[in-house]
Nanobody
Framework: QVQLVESGGGLVQAGGSLRLSCAAS????????MGWFRQSPGKGREFVAG????????DYVDSVKGRFTISRDNAKNTVSLQMNSLKPEDTAVYSC????????????????WGQGTQVTVSS
């Protein structure tokens, strides 16, 4: 099993930055691929970024490429999402999720989920 706890959300003005963290615990934490998803009211859960268990491969949704960076520290069992040049359309609840080894774009392929953290970007 893997337990996930997010932190770092908040309110920021457009153009600003936030750094989200996801602390993972459990036997499978270091061998899990991690994904960040977001969901805003009335919309489905959207893949934002993912990183393989080794950290060697990352993937991003087109709308955040060049602005967001996902990274992981397996020694500390943490995954971070650095979000720069934030836009009002980035406003959502952001959740981290874990699945074995490889990244998937599909939320139903992730086994473990954190509780989510709210990110609000004002214009």
């Amino acid at each position: 099993q893997v337990q996930l706890v997010e932190s770092g959300g908040g309110l920021v003005q457009a153009g600003g930055s936030l750094r989200l963290s996801c602390a993972a615990s459990g036997r499978a934490a270091s061998s899990s691929a991690m994904g960040w998803f977001r969901q805003s009211p009335g919309k489905g859960r959207e893949f934002v970024a993912g990183i393989t268990w080794s950290g060697s491969n990352t993937d991003y949704v087109d709308s955040v490429k060049g602005r967001f960076t996902i990274s992981r520290d397996n020694a500390k069992n943490t995954v971070s999402l650095q979000m720069n040049s934030l836009k009002p359309e980035d406003t959502a609840v952001y959740s981290c999720a874990a699945r074995p080894y490889t990244v998937s774009l599909y939320p139903y392929e992730y086994t473990y989920w954190g509780q989510g953290t709210q990110v609000t970007v004002s214009s």
